[in-house]
């Protein structure tokens, strides 16, 4: 599923969309909208020759749960295809007969070329700012990661820190999190191999160019954290695995850990644990001017307990503010013992309270109460607080004095989002990243006290993003719940036309205007992008993600077949022309709306989904996810879950629309088995012949890190596949 663990509330709860880019990032596309685009050169075959699939063994394997027998015929699957020769193989004639369909499409070469071109481009993060220096990632389009870079001065010159583009042969290990020390000597960094979820944190001393000796392993979902002197940092691990342990087991154990530099990491001291939830995900900042480490302790990512550390301390014991798990509460600033947190707790739209560390029994104080807009995130920069806000989906900055006092909003360059907000208080500057769906991202330096924004690093296009529409329409989901939705397409392109219609609705994840390759490949070719703002996400607070979870999770797919039929009616897109796209929870979410309606879609493109909802939380950290879809091992979860399984509720007799799912060897979070077992049970039942195929990526991952050959590669089978499918007419540029 996706996780993010740096420790701002916007990052916590979802990075935007952060979860849905997480593989194809924020890059631009030379855009060609000339009439050519709608030529035709492909059309849809309506009546197809039953396809032969591979032989895939079955076993007789039932269970009972609750009185209800379950046949499981295809768990052998689950095992790991890179240690289980019966899996490898299986693989094997999967992928050769994909390839074989696949080579047979005339758009796939097509939208290869397109997106190779859209990812020559060169994208710039927001810098953070240790003592004179100046901290940033850049890729260039013919790399397949980012490295990290410094400047001496928010305009000097600029040098390369750390390359990650030569640790591998295949570009698939990465660089992931990363924190440099409060006075810039040295930057502790995490080493992703192979698309997994584990790190292995190393430390660059930054003058000489060169790593230390200290090296830490086991590090997963977590989070760098420096201490004010340097001396050492916090960061997340498990315990080493137990003899014969499979790398796909579940995951426990999670604990805050301090190393200190020169040490080795036998020596690291503990600094929270909670063996009694061996379950929780435990992670740790330390605020701005250093004093306090503040712990969240996590069951099900969306809310959490809260500790804190005064690191001024001897024994470093932590405090609770927080024992339960009903809020999302995260510490955004201090100003010596009072803290400024983002809470959702008695504000389903979320405020901006304080917290006295120094007062007796003192307790939340609002300090900018709720709004009718969503607060999203909150920074201390100089003498301002600059706080986010979601309308409709769409982002506003607003800014604060140290009074609370309104003082003004921030003019954005246009309707979009902002990411990457980075400034400190003992300084006036700041920086972010803005960027919409037609606006590729740009690099601002904002001057809170002189209350100016200029671009520090712009994009170098020679795209005409005019041609490039951006609408937002209100749909009506099945109970009456009005659901925002955005549609992306070229100002040329007369409506019908064929649609990709993604989604997610999970984890109070906000699906915002970002700039995005994917987008823009479809829409180069005269197709439409429709992305609905379904629940389960939190573009309406709290409240719209509730809605969507656990008891409430068919309200999510009933959003999302509402936004295909709305495009249908209002010919948007063509009677037999969407294609259904999602990952992670998403492909969750593909899986079953197929299954529910699978007269509306010509096509469906599931990624990394979680398929087996009965089994979910038997691996890697699947145990996470109970809090948003249930438990099912108690009555009440698993019949709601059951219901919706895509694995098991599969429905002979009904013509399927052509599936093209995906998913990756090495993907320890959403483990393959889910979509080989997805996939084995759609080629064994009587449900059409339209090809029901997958395509199984090797060293890659959930999508954090995967390079770039790989994303162009992967993305240009699934948007042939679904163009063929959907009639969108691929012409060459």
């Known amino acids: 599923m996706s996780l993010s663990l740096r420790m701002t509330r916007q990052q916590m709860r979802a990075p935007s969309l952060g979860a849905l880019w997480l593989c194809f990032g924020i890059l631009p596309f030379p855009f060609s909208c000339s009439n050519q685009a709608q030529s035709a050169i492909l059309q849809p075959i309506k009546t197809v020759p039953a396809m ?316 900018v109460p709720e709004q009718r807009a969503i607060l999203n995130d909150a920074h201390l920069v100089g003498d301002y607080f600059l706080v986010s806000y979601l309308v409709d989906a769409k982002m506003e900055i607003a800014r604060y004095r140290l009074d609370g006092t309104p003082d003004g909003m921030l003019k954005l360059p246009g309707i979009g989002s902002v990411h990457d907000l980075r400034g400190n208080p003992k300084d006036s500057e700041a920086f972010f990243t803005f960027n919409s769906f037609n606006v590729p991202g740009t690099v601002y330096r904002y001057d809170a006290a002189a209350g100016t924004m200029t671009a520090w690093v712009e994009p170098n296009m020679q795209a005409d993003l005019a041609h490039v529409l951006v609408d937002q329409v209100f749909y009506a989901s099945k109970d009456g719940t009005q659901v925002p939705m955005f549609l992306i397409r070229r100002k040329d392109v007369t409506r019908p036309a064929p649609t990709l219609l993604y989604g997610y609705g999970g984890y109070g994840i906000s699906l915002m205007p970002s700039y995005v390759p994917f987008v823009l490949a479809w829409v180069e070719q005269g197709g439409i992008v429709a992305i609905p703002n379904i629940r389960g996400g939190a573009e309406y607070g709290a409240a719209w993600h509730q809605a969507g979870m656990r008891l409430k999770k068919q309200n999510v797919f009933d959003d999302f077949i509402a936004a295909a039929e709305f495009l249908k009616v209002n010919r948007i897109a063509p009677a037999d022309g969407i294609a259904v796209h999602g990952e992670s929870n998403g492909g969750l979410l593909v899986g079953a709306v197929v299954n529910q309606r699978p007269d509306l879609f010509a096509a469906a493109l599931p990624a990394v989904g979680v398929m087996d909802m009965l089994r979910f939380n038997t691996f890697t950290g699947g145990q996470l996810w109970v809090g948003e879809f249930g438990d099912p091992a108690r009555q009440a979860d698993f019949q709601n879950i059951f219901a919706y399984s895509p694995y098991h509720n599969i429905h002979p007799g009904k013509n399927y629309p052509a599936i093209l799912a995906t998913t990756a060897d090495a993907d320890d979070r959403v483990v393959p088995g889910h979509t080989f077992k997805y996939v084995a049970a759609l080629q064994a039942t009587a449900i059409g012949n339209k090809p029901h195929l997958v395509r199984i990526d090797t060293r890659a991952g959930h999508g954090a890190g995967k390079p770039t050959d790989k994303v162009i590669a992967d993305t240009a089978d699934m948007w042939a596949f679904a163009a063929y499918w959907t009639g969108l007419n691929v012409a060459p540029n």
């Open 52 to 367: 032969t699939y591979p032989k895939t063994k079955r076993s007789d394997l039932v269970e009972e749960h609750f009185g209800q027998k379950v046949a499981d015929p295809y768990r052998w699957l689950e095992n790991d295809p890179r240690t289980d020769t019966q899996v490898a193989d299986w693989v094997s004639a999967q992928n050769q007969l994909t390839t074989e369909y696949l080579d047979t499409l005339p758009g796939r070469e097509v939208f290869r070329k397109s997106l190779a071109l859209l990812y020559n481009y060169e994208s710039v993060t927001a810098p953070y700012k240790r003592g004179t220096q100046y901290f940033y990632t850049r890729k260039s389009g013919q790399e397949n990661q980012p490295s990290l870079y410094s400047r001496e001065g928010v305009n000097g010159q600029e040098r390369l820190l750390i390359n990650p583009n030569h640790w591998s042969t295949d570009g698939a290990n990465a660089l992931s999190e990363w924190a440099v020390s409060d006075d810039g000597t040295r930057i502790a960094y995490a080493v992703q191999e192979g698309g997994s979820d584990w790190r292995t944190i190393k430390v660059l001393d930054v003058a000489t160019g060169k790593d230390l000796q200290d090296q830490v392993t086991r590090a997963r979902f977590t989070n760098i954290a420096w201490v004010k002197d340097g001396a050492g940092f916090f960061y997340s691990r498990y315990p080493q695995p137990k003899p014969g342990d499979s790398t796909q087991a579940s995951l426990a154990g999670h604990a805050v850990y301090f190393h200190r530099i020169d040490t080795p990491q036998s020596q690291d001291r503990l600094l929270y644990a909670t063996p009694d939830h061996p379950q929780r995900l435990n992670v740790a900042q330390v605020t701005d001017d250093g004093r306090y480490a503040v712990i969240l302790s996590s069951a099900n990512m969306s809310t959490s307990a809260m500790m804190v550390v005064d690191l001024t301390s001897a024994d470093w014991k932590p405090r609770t503010l927080i024992d339960d798990l009903d809020n999302s509460t995260v510490v955004v600033a201090n100003i010596g013992t009072k803290l400024f947190l983002v809470t959702d707790k008695h504000a389903k739209h979320s405020k901006l309270v304080t917290y006295d560390l120094a007062e007796a029994n003192t307790t939340f104080k609002d300090f």
